[in-house]
Nanobody, 123 residues
Framework: VQLQASGGGLVQAGGSLRLSCAASGRTFSRGVMGWFRQAPGKEREFVGAITWASGSTAHADSVKGRFTISRDSATNTVYLQMGSLKPEDTAVYYC?????????????????WGQGTQVTVSS
């Protein structure tokens, strides 16, 4: 499984970005895709997750109402639409895949990881 994250960049507070994660190497009819982020000196934290099969989603409380995870099963791509960005959203964002069937918020449940994309929000 290969995961390629893209779409990061520098944006002003209050702005928007859309991250993409292109998945390849396996038929994605099952499992869960997640977005995590890690800021310097901090642990990797859950942002959102979505099931491939049904499209059920979960979002961290810190991003609810501002970020939305979605997927395009036809192209094996997962998106993270980020709005009302804050400086504290600055981090490297990673996409990851879990073969499990539930929306786990723990990074240890995800076996496959992309390379990360930097998001920087200026104040």
């Amino acid at each position: 499984v290969q995961l390629q994250a893209s779409g990061g960049g520098l944006v002003q507070a209050g702005g928007s970005l859309r991250l993409s994660c292109a998945a390849s190497g396996r038929t994605f009819s099952r499992g869960v895709m997640g977005w995590f982020r890690q800021a310097p000196g901090k642990e990797r934290e859950f942002v959102g997750a979505i099931t491939w099969a049904s499209g059920s989603t979960a979002h961290a409380d810190s991003v609810k109402g501002r970020f939305t995870i979605s997927r395009d099963s036809a192209t094996n791509t997962v998106y993270l639409q980020m709005g009302s960005l804050k400086p504290e959203d600055t981090a490297v964002y990673y996409c990851a895949r879990s073969s499990g069937g539930y929306l786990s918020t723990s990074p240890v449940q995800y076996a496959d990881w992309g390379q990360g994309t930097q998001v920087t929000v200026s104040s």
